[in-house]
Structures are given as structure tokens and as C-alpha cells.
């Protein structure tokens, strides 16, 4: 029983590490970048910022976990929008937010099919380095796709007019996200590095 209890955990623990660090991304937005933004861009800020976290989550959760992270990265979103929201009731009634979040959470692993057909495969776990400037280039073909689905999904509520605006706030921000949150792993990995050498030469 134990040794099932294990496994069970050890399949669940990603799952949860990515739902947990969503919803963390998705409060720094919502508690700090969104209010900022709002002050100068307010017709804007209720569909897009220009720094979205949550989308370096969901490419860095693409790249180790693959297939499998859509689940978890759908499951993030709408806990997030839940958690976040002043009216999570309707929320939850409100069929859009389901759609665009299951868009959104399709994009990172598209965007790593989209390098597999040209004969890239950059997922990680391969026995290869991770190609960082590789993964900023599917940082940014998922935050084309997912400006295309977001701006589908809500042509219907966005002010007409404001359509291209949105779709490129979605973009900047969603290549943004990933940039500070690749930044961020790559000090951790280097920190990481630095500590493994340091303990074999005491």
C-alpha cells in the first residue's frame, strides 16, 4: 500500500506544482500588474497585461511535462480566475472563461508540435541540454497562438476597435511572462550548478 501511495504522489505531485504555480502567477497579475496597468489602460486591462506570468507557466510546464500539462494548466486557470475574481459564482456559469482557458492552455504544448514538424523536438527529458533560446522562440509562436484564440474567443465582448490593441497586448505580455519566468529557472538552475560544484570541491 505504501509503495502505491508513493506512486500515486509521485504522479500527482506535478499536477499540483503546476495548479499551485499558475494560481501564484496569477495573483501577482491580478494583485500588483493589472492594478498598475489599469491606471493608464483600462479598456485594455480587463482582457490583457503586458507582463502575463501565467504564460511563462504554462510554456515552462509544456517543456517538462508535455501532453499532459493542458490538464493541470486548465485546471490552474480556473481555480486562479476563481480565486481572483469578485463574482466567482457567475464566473463559473460563464462559458467564455471555460473556452479561453482551455485555449490558453493548449498553446504552450502547439507551439512545441509546431517546432516537432520541422524536426525539432525540444521537449525536456530527452538527454539533451535545454536550449533556452529555443524555448523564447516557442515562448513566442505560443503567444501568437494564443493572441489569435484569445481575440476569436472575445471578438464578441472586446470594443470594436480595440481588437488589434488586444492582440498585441496578449502577445507582448504573454512573451514577456515567459522571458522574466525563463530568466528567473535559468538563475535557479545556474544557483544550482553553482552549490553542486561547491559541495564536491569541500
Not at 497562438?145 to 507582448?172: E, R, T
Request: charged share 10%; hydrophobic share 60%.
Amino acid at each position: 500500500m505504501g509503495d502505491l501511495s508513493r506512486a500515486a504522489y509521485k504522479s500527482a505531485a506535478p499536477f499540483l506544482l503546476i495548479i499551485i504555480l499558475y494560481i501564484f502567477a496569477h495573483g501577482i497579475v491580478a494583485l500588483v500588474i493589472a492594478p498598475i496597468q489599469a491606471i493608464y489602460f483600462p479598456e485594455i486591462t480587463v482582457f490583457a497585461c503586458f507582463l502575463y506570468l501565467p504564460h511563462g507557466i504554462r510554456v515552462l510546464a509544456a517543456l517538462f511535462y508535455g501532453w499532459p500539462s493542458v490538464i493541470a494548466l486548465f485546471a490552474g486557470n480556473i481555480i486562479a480566475a476563481c480565486v481572483f475574481s469578485t463574482d466567482p459564482q457567475n464566473l463559473l456559469l460563464d462559458g467564455l472563461v471555460f473556452a479561453t482557458a482551455f485555449a490558453a492552455s493548449l498553446t504552450g504544448v502547439l507551439a512545441f508540435e509546431f517546432m516537432r514538424l520541422f524536426g525539432m523536438n525540444l521537449y525536456a527529458g530527452r538527454g539533451t541540454p535545454i536550449n533556452w533560446k529555443l524555448i523564447l522562440v516557442v515562448g513566442a509562436i505560443s503567444s501568437v497562438i494564443n493572441s489569435v484564440f484569445q481575440s476569436l474567443l472575445l471578438s464578441g465582448v472586446i470594443i470594436p476597435g480595440d481588437g488589434l490593441l488586444v492582440f498585441f497586448a496578449v502577445f507582448i505580455g504573454d512573451i514577456l511572462g515567459v522571458a522574466v519566468l525563463m530568466f528567473v529557472l535559468m538563475l535557479g538552475f545556474r544557483w544550482y550548478r553553482m552549490r553542486e560544484e561547491a559541495s564536491k570541491l569541500s
